[in-house]
């Protein structure tokens, strides 16, 4: 079962950042120290010091759920055992 200690830290640190803000979402339906995009593009006008700066909660979070994606898929295409069955029997992975 150790297998699954990947999962379960992505899906526990995704859950607790999305608790976060959820949380802490102020008056005007944001979340303070996140910084919001409208456009993908964006990211590309930014300078280095916002990706450490007020952009790394919004970034952190995009990158750790991705991260969770990765490993589900992982998981399942692994270790198709039991274990794993409910994904692979209701089409998780997704198919190409």
């Not at 008056?27 to 280095?48: C, F, H, I, V, W």
């Not at 274990?83 to 992975?93: F, Q």
Request: glycine share 6%.
């Amino acid at each position: 079962m150790s297998y699954l200690n990947p999962l379960r830290w992505h899906t526990a640190e995704v859950h607790h950042r999305l608790s976060l803000y959820a949380t802490s979402v102020d008056r005007n339906g944001s979340y303070p120290p996140a910084q919001m995009l409208r456009e993908p593009k964006e990211l590309d006008e930014q300078t280095e010091g916002w990706f450490a700066g007020s952009g790394i909660a919004l970034i952190s979070s995009v990158w750790m759920t991705s991260c969770l994606f990765s490993q589900m898929t992982r998981t399942g295409t692994t270790y198709p055992s039991s274990t794993c069955r409910v994904w692979t029997t209701h089409g998780w992975p997704p198919s190409s």
